[in-house]
């Protein structure tokens, strides 16, 4: 591995079960973009993923340069994890905002998403945060940097 190139993040997936809701919250709440959307289903899968008989569909967001796969099961799907920050393994994502306050604001304005309140990070007026739930309770994470 030492003289081995460097490994680079393709993307971040998520298993969703409503694709559609879920393009639209990382589109409209987040700002994503969607870039494409397909069918994946096929003995080539089922051996790279270790799930006989998936049937999935896929869409493909960007937000800059970073890539969120989204993945929905129409066949061969499981059941759905007990999300919560103080579970091993729940994902969280975060996304850099310019005006916490604004975001917030029009999150808590469309009555959706049921954002917890502003908070200073770690005590720090600098550094401040809040959390949504996507549609299937992944935490998401606004965060305001100082500049």
């Known amino acids: 591995?030492?003289?081995?190139?460097?490994v680079v993040l393709g993307h971040v997936g998520l298993t969703v079960s409503d694709l559609g809701a879920s393009i639209a919250?990382?589109?409209?709440?987040?700002g994503f973009a969607l870039e494409g959307r397909y069918e994946v289903a096929g003995e080539w899968f089922d051996t790279l993923t270790h799930n006989q008989g998936a049937d999935i569909e896929v869409a493909m967001l960007r937000l800059g340069t970073f890539v969120l796969q989204l993945v929905a099961y129409r066949d061969g799907g499981g059941t759905g994890l007990d999300l919560a920050h103080h579970r091993?393994?729940?994902p969280h994502l975060?996304?850099?905002?310019?005006?916490l306050d604004a975001r917030h604001a029009a999150l808590v304005a469309a009555g959706a998403q049921n954002p917890t309140p502003v908070v200073d990070v770690m005590g720090s007026a600098a550094i401040r945060s809040f959390y949504v739930d996507d549609p299937d309770g992944v935490p998401v994470e606004f965060l305001e940097m100082p500049t």
Request: aromatic fraction near 14%; hydrophobic fraction near 40%.
């Open 25 to 30: 919250f990382y589109c409209d709440v987040v």
């Open 1 to 6: 591995m030492q003289n081995e190139p460097p």
């Open 88 to 90: 091993a393994g729940s």
């Open 94 to 99: 975060s996304f850099t905002v310019a005006d």
